[in-house]
């Protein structure tokens, strides 16, 4: 069975998104199959777990020129630009033709990702969803003041100055290597989420 039927995205599906954190060399990314069926709430949360933020702070999706995320109470001026988020399905998106979506963690640190709609295809038979499926890359330290100070970050800890680097990585709260990507982490948040949508299925 394909993933499409009648050019309508299969309710049943799963899709494969790559997603990459933007204006960052070497590239930071991951690779994540969600079902069609998912929320941009639910789907928030699948970011924050496979790229390794906190969910400390506000965020959006932007589609198909319409920006997505949580209602806040009491503040008019946030809530008539979005759209809400836990009511609008990844489906939804996907058969407006939407292939690439972007996504911002942060509007401070302003943490800015670019989500490719990659495959659509048929879910496994049994499989749970969402799934970890590759990276590269950890993600940058939550509030450590953007791309400059991400940059700073890793000056600071490659220091020759033992100092500069013991402050550094005391601020961050324990060693921090660029290259480890934490899939253990990854996969076993994902499945809580998992298993979580199951539940509530």
């Known amino acids: 069975r394909g993933g499409q ?9 799963i ?3 790559r997603i990459e954190l933007e204006n960052i060399e ?15 709430k639910a789907l928030h949360s699948v970011i924050q777990a496979a790229i390794g933020w906190l969910d400390y702070h506000l965020w959006e999706f932007a589609a198909g020129g319409r920006k997505y995320g949580m209602l806040i109470p009491n503040d008019p001026d946030w809530n008539e630009r979005i759209r809400n988020a836990a009511t609008t399905k990844l489906s939804a998106l996907l058969n407006g033709g939407v292939r690439e979506i972007g996504y911002v963690y942060d509007m401070g640190d302003n943490w800015q990702h670019r989500i490719i709609v990659e495959k659509l ?3 496994e038979t049994g499989a749970l ?3 970890f499926l590759g990276g590269e890359r950890r ?8 791309i400059p100070g991400y940059y700073e970050f890793l000056e600071n800890i490659a220091s020759k100055q033992i100092n500069e680097r013991k ?3 005391d601020w961050y709260g324990g060693l921090y290597d660029p290259d480890e ?11 809580r989420v998992a298993n979580a949508g199951r539940r509530s299925r």
């Open 5 to 13: 039927t009648g050019g309508m995205t299969d309710p049943d599906g």
């Open 15 to 17: 899709t494969i998104l």
């Open 167 to 169: 402050a550094a990585l």
């Open 26 to 40: 070497p590239l930071i990314w991951r690779r994540v199959a969600v079902r069609t069926s998912i929320n941009l």
């Open 139 to 146: 993600c940058p330290p939550e509030d450590c003041g953007g």
């Open 181 to 191: 990507i934490g899939t253990r982490r990854i996969t076993a948040t994902l499945s």
């Open 129 to 131: 969803y969402p799934q």
């Open 121 to 123: 295809k048929a879910a």
